[in-house]
């Protein structure tokens, strides 16, 4: 190779780190008018009336909408579309949007949001999955066909009952993990610009452009050629940008309605009502080994508070059970979700989508088969995984799987043989294992199109145009993709261009969700690069008197028998004899999962594989736990870019730190947010971060670009299991609650009689 496998500088990273970077928030356009959207004060409240008057009175308010201005509901899934992007008839939590308005300047916007007069009638409120389905005469959401139950799935692999009564051992045990925020740096923003042609506008710290767009047009009513959205810097998603938000539609509308470009930046308390991230769940489960260690059958039981509207919800239920399948053999395995809505901000994808919550529980009963077992932590791993190119009880075929090189590296970076059970009290060890999707099999809307569409055009001058319409969001895909073009093209890595997240320039791509822009884009850019190098070598063989095989493209040459010319030189030979030098290439889904209804969800071209060892300190008096280290091995097929993979390594073992110990996205009783700010969201500082030991395992993937794999989701997972179990082995307590914080650290280790 080239150029992939070592670790150039980003694309885009002196732009970022000069602070010349645009992003949303930095866009002002000529007779720019500033918009504010006023949000219920209740959990759950009719809208008897709404008098604009006030508000259109103001001096300097060019225009003001209600929820009937924009009629038509939408959502990012196509079987559950029950949002507005206004409330009409109902606020359904606290933060509802209920109007919307626009003025020369923010303050103004903000003074006639006040001036809004409502006449509100409270209603009952549900805010706990267990009073939404003892209530279902509260209906939440007018779209569930069931009370208050969103989604619920059961299915079942094999003979769960039947194994575990001739199981050696059975651990049974209830989690409860509690609802946490993306917390990302940059509050989403959009603008909006209609112009007088007839064509809309947007720009918006989004991380799905094509489904925006698609929501625009819906939503608005025009025609899908008639709208633009382009992504700007993204200044972190991590799942919390992942579809259409209010703020969106009510920026176009307005701009529409003015004539004149129209931006609504949410404030941090906005971002934390506006939320989509991690879904609380209750979690039962029951896991069965026999007496050398080999994993029987699990049985799982989830009820999952959704919030007030579907987002993705239909998947996260299936998610919570059927990425369990690995990296473990599974010979049975049952699970019951069940998502309900309740009176909250909608929960949605935040990193590692569905699965961070049920891998915690499992990965802790493992640790306690184990030890009632007498097997070391690790080797009960090691004796239940799975293998390569096998497919799970539930129909995912898993292609290569380096999960236990990734064991072997941990165990031998953290010391875990001469650490594990012998530190001193109030220190200890604990590993975790997981597995992750490189991107959803099939599209959030059926279609038999690429998912992910790449271009390339070669000028005259020897620059290279590679366009896609990927969602850059801090992982790095514009320097993969110039990667690709140096690895396939030989020219010069200064001499590639990347143009992303911009539906009019560029070909489609579904987005950043679900760690599949690596795989599929990646894929997408190999094939539009080959089919320009074929006219590449053409020309200079011609011009070299060779035949095709003997041409070398590299370093910006291309070279045969001691004789050579410049990258320029031949793309001009190359456009003399072709013409205009464009090329493309697609990914296009291949079909994969169970043949049973859910069989697709999960599915996934690759998966990856992770495990982690964390090294924790215990004080016993205060209850708070100290992360000293976290040694994480990742398999990511091939790593294209070492230090992206490391940095995304490190931030996902940072974020499921976060989770373990002090995130907790909670409610007072009139569903009022408890800390909806950085100061009492509580999140760790570089203070706080322990020491994070990055591995990379490479077991080469067929079908991804180079041998890739996802690295962008997965390494997150056993993050909280690992503290977990560390912590048993600090001082002996098992805690099943996140977070991990002082009271509920001190309440364990009082009832066990210490402390």
Same mark, same amino acid.
């Given at each position: 190779?080239?150029?992939?496998?070592?670790?150039?500088?980003?694309?885009?990273?002196?732009?970022? *780190?000069?602070?010349?970077?645009?992003? !949303?928030?930095?866009?002002?356009?000529?007779?720019?008018?500033?918009?504010?959207?006023?949000?219920?004060?209740?959990?759950?409240?009719?809208?008897?009336?709404?008098?604009?008057?006030?508000?259109?009175?103001?001096?300097?308010?060019?225009?003001?909408?209600?929820?009937?201005?924009?009629?038509?509901?939408?959502?990012?899934?196509?079987?559950?579309?029950?949002?507005?992007?206004? =409330?009409?008839?109902?606020?359904?939590?606290?933060?509802?949007?209920?109007?919307?308005?626009?003025?020369?300047? @923010?303050?103004?916007?903000?003074?006639?949001?006040?001036?809004?007069?409502?006449?509100?009638?409270?209603?009952?409120?549900?805010?706990?999955?267990?009073?939404? $389905?003892?209530?279902? @005469?509260?209906?939440?959401?007018?779209? =569930?066909?069931?009370?208050?139950?969103?989604?619920?799935?059961?299915?079942?692999?094999?003979?769960?009952?039947?194994?575990?009564?001739?199981? =050696?051992?059975?651990?049974?045990?209830?989690?409860?993990?509690?609802?946490?925020? +993306?917390?990302?740096?940059?509050?989403?923003?959009?603008?909006?610009?209609?112009?007088?042609?007839?064509?809309?506008?947007?720009?918006?710290?989004?991380?799905?452009?094509?489904?925006?767009?698609?929501?625009?047009?819906?939503?608005?009513?025009?025609?899908?050629?008639?709208? /633009?959205?382009?992504?700007?810097? *993204?200044?972190?998603?991590?799942?919390?940008?992942?579809?259409?938000?209010?703020? @969106?539609?009510?920026?176009?509308?307005?701009?529409?309605?003015?004539?004149?470009?129209?931006?609504?930046?949410?404030?941090?308390?906005?971002?934390?009502?506006?939320?989509?991230?991690? +879904?609380?769940?209750?979690?039962?489960?029951?896991?069965?080994?026999?007496?050398?260690?080999?994993?029987?059958?699990?049985?799982?039981?989830?009820?999952?508070?959704?919030?007030?509207?579907?987002?993705?919800?239909? #998947?996260?239920?299936?998610?919570?059970?059927?990425?369990?399948?690995?990296?473990?053999?599974?010979?049975?395995?049952?699970?019951?979700?069940?998502?309900?809505?309740?009176?909250?901000?909608?929960?949605?994808?935040?990193?590692?989508?569905?699965?961070?919550?049920?891998?915690?529980?499992?990965?802790?009963?493992?640790?306690?088969?184990?030890?009632?077992?007498?097997?070391?932590?690790?080797?009960?791993?090691?004796?239940?995984?799975?293998?390569?190119?096998?497919?799970?009880?539930?129909?995912?075929?898993?292609?290569?799987?380096?999960?236990?090189?990734?064991?072997?590296?941990?165990?031998?970076?953290?010391?875990?043989?001469?650490?594990?059970?012998?530190?001193?009290?109030?220190?200890?060890?604990?590993?975790?294992?997981?597995?992750?999707?490189?991107?959803?099999?099939?599209?959030?809307?059926?279609? @038999?199109?690429?998912?992910?569409?790449?271009?390339?055009?070669?000028?005259?001058? &020897?620059?290279?145009?590679?366009?896609?319409?990927?969602?850059?969001?801090?992982?790095?895909?514009?320097? #993969?993709?110039?990667?690709?073009?140096?690895?396939?093209?030989?020219?010069?890595?200064?001499?590639?261009? *990347?143009?992303?997240?911009?539906?009019?320039?560029?070909?489609?791509?579904?987005?950043?969700?679900?760690?599949?822009?690596?795989?599929?884009?990646?894929?997408?850019?190999?094939?539009?690069?080959?089919?320009?190098?074929?006219?590449?070598?053409?020309?200079?063989?011609?011009?070299?008197?060779?035949?095709?095989?003997?041409?070398?493209? =590299?370093?910006?040459? !291309?070279?045969?028998?001691?004789?050579?010319?410049?990258?320029?030189?031949?793309?001009?030979?190359?456009?003399?004899?072709? &013409?205009?030098?464009?090329?493309?290439?697609?990914?296009?889904?291949?079909?994969?999962?169970?043949?049973?209804?859910?069989?697709?969800?999960? !599915?996934?071209?690759?998966?990856?594989?992770?495990?982690?060892?964390?090294?924790?300190?215990?004080?016993?008096?205060?209850?708070?736990?100290? *992360?000293?280290?976290?040694?994480?091995?990742?398999?990511?097929?091939?790593?294209?870019?070492?230090?992206?993979?490391?940095?995304?390594?490190?931030?996902?073992?940072?974020?499921?730190?976060?989770?373990?110990?002090?995130?907790?996205?909670?409610?007072?009783?009139?569903?009022? +947010? /408890?800390?909806?700010?950085?100061?009492?969201?509580?999140?760790?500082?570089?203070?706080?971060?322990?020491?994070?030991?990055?591995?990379?395992?490479?077991?080469?993937?067929?079908? &991804?670009?180079?041998?890739?794999?996802?690295?962008?989701?997965?390494? $997150?997972?056993?993050?909280?299991?690992?503290?977990?179990?560390?912590?048993?082995?600090?001082? &002996?307590?098992?805690?099943?609650?996140?977070?991990?914080?002082?009271?509920?650290?001190?309440?364990?280790?009082?009832?066990?009689?210490?402390?």
């Amino acid at each position: 190779m080239k150029i992939v496998g070592t670790s150039k500088p980003r694309v885009d990273g002196a732009a970022k *780190v000069t602070g010349q970077a645009r992003y !949303a928030d930095d866009l002002a356009l000529p007779r720019m008018l500033h918009a504010r959207i006023l949000r219920s004060p209740h959990a759950h409240a009719r809208i008897v009336a709404i008098d604009l008057a006030p508000a259109r009175a103001t001096p300097g308010v060019l225009a003001a909408i209600v929820g009937e201005d924009l009629p038509v509901a939408y959502g990012i899934l196509p079987w559950t579309e029950d949002e507005y992007p206004l =409330a009409i008839g109902r606020a359904l939590y606290v933060g509802d949007g209920v109007a919307a308005v626009a003025a020369i300047d @923010e303050r103004t916007a903000i003074a006639a949001c006040a001036a809004v007069r409502v006449e509100w009638e409270k209603l009952p409120a549900v805010l706990s999955p267990a009073e939404a $389905l003892a209530h279902p @005469e509260i209906k939440v959401n007018e779209h =569930a066909k069931d009370g208050n139950v969103s989604k619920q799935v059961d299915l079942s692999f094999g003979p769960v009952d039947e194994n575990l009564e001739r199981a =050696a051992a059975v651990i049974e045990g209830e989690f409860h993990f509690e609802g946490t925020t +993306h917390a990302a740096l940059e509050p989403h923003c959009a603008v909006a610009s209609w112009e007088p042609r007839g064509e809309l506008t947007v720009w918006s710290s989004t991380q799905v452009p094509h489904y925006l767009h698609r929501a625009l047009a819906k939503v608005l009513q025009l025609p899908e050629d008639r709208i /633009r959205v382009v992504q700007p810097a *993204v200044g972190g998603a991590f799942g919390g940008k992942s579809e259409p938000f209010d703020l @969106e539609f009510c920026a176009a509308k307005l701009s529409m309605l003015t004539g004149r470009p129209v931006k609504i930046r949410y404030t941090r308390e906005e971002v934390f009502y506006a939320h989509r991230g991690r +879904h609380p769940m209750h979690m039962r489960f029951r896991t069965a080994a026999d007496a050398e260690g080999k994993l029987l059958a699990v049985d799982s039981s989830i009820l999952i508070d959704g919030g007030a509207h579907s987002s993705f919800g239909l #998947v996260t239920t299936y998610y919570s059970g059927q990425l369990l399948g690995a990296p473990y053999e599974l010979p049975a395995y049952r699970f019951h979700s069940t998502r309900v809505f309740t009176n909250k901000p909608a929960c949605g994808p935040k990193r590692g989508h569905g699965s961070v919550q049920p891998r915690f529980a499992i990965e802790c009963q493992l640790d306690e088969l184990a030890e009632r077992l007498e097997i070391d932590p690790i080797e009960l791993r090691r004796r239940n995984a799975m293998g390569s190119d096998e497919t799970t009880i539930n129909g995912q075929r898993v292609g290569s799987n380096g999960f236990l090189q990734c064991l072997d590296a941990v165990e031998r970076a953290s010391g875990w043989k001469e650490k594990f059970g012998k530190l001193p009290r109030g220190r200890g060890l604990g590993v975790a294992g997981s597995t992750y999707i490189s991107g959803t099999a099939y599209p959030i809307y059926p279609n @038999e199109m690429p998912q992910s569409g790449v271009s390339v055009k070669l000028d005259r001058s &020897g620059q290279v145009l590679v366009t896609s319409g990927v969602s850059e969001i801090g992982q790095g895909v514009e320097t #993969v993709l110039a990667y690709i073009a140096v690895e396939e093209l030989g020219c010069e890595l200064a001499a590639v261009r *990347v143009i992303t997240g911009d539906t009019l320039l560029c070909p489609v791509d579904l987005g950043a969700y679900s760690s599949r822009v690596t795989f599929m884009a990646g894929t997408a850019a190999i094939e539009a690069c080959r089919a320009m190098r074929a006219h590449l070598v053409e020309a200079a063989a011609k011009a070299l008197e060779c035949d095709p095989s003997e041409i070398e493209l =590299a370093g910006g040459r !291309a070279s045969a028998r001691g004789r050579e010319l410049s990258f320029r030189e031949v793309a001009r030979l190359a456009e003399s004899a072709k &013409g205009t030098l464009v090329t493309a290439g697609g990914y296009r889904t291949r079909k994969v999962g169970g043949e049973y209804r859910g069989g697709s969800i999960g !599915a996934s071209p690759a998966y990856s594989f992770t495990a982690h060892v964390a090294e924790v300190s215990v004080d016993e008096r205060s209850g708070v736990v100290t *992360v000293e280290n976290i040694w994480v091995a990742h398999d990511c097929g091939r790593a294209l870019h070492p230090i992206h993979v490391m940095g995304q390594m490190e931030g996902s073992a940072y974020m499921g730190f976060g989770e373990a110990l002090m995130e907790s996205h909670t409610f007072h009783a009139n569903g009022l +947010h /408890r800390g909806p700010s950085l100061l009492d969201y509580k999140l760790p500082t570089t203070l706080d971060t322990p020491a994070v030991h990055a591995s990379i395992v490479e077991a080469n993937e067929p079908g &991804g670009p180079y041998g890739a794999k996802e690295v962008g989701e997965g390494p $997150l997972h056993p993050s909280i299991p690992a503290i977990a179990n560390a912590i048993h082995d600090a001082v &002996g307590i098992r805690l099943r609650a996140l977070p991990f914080s002082p009271d509920r650290v001190r309440a364990a280790l009082l009832a066990k009689g210490g402390g």
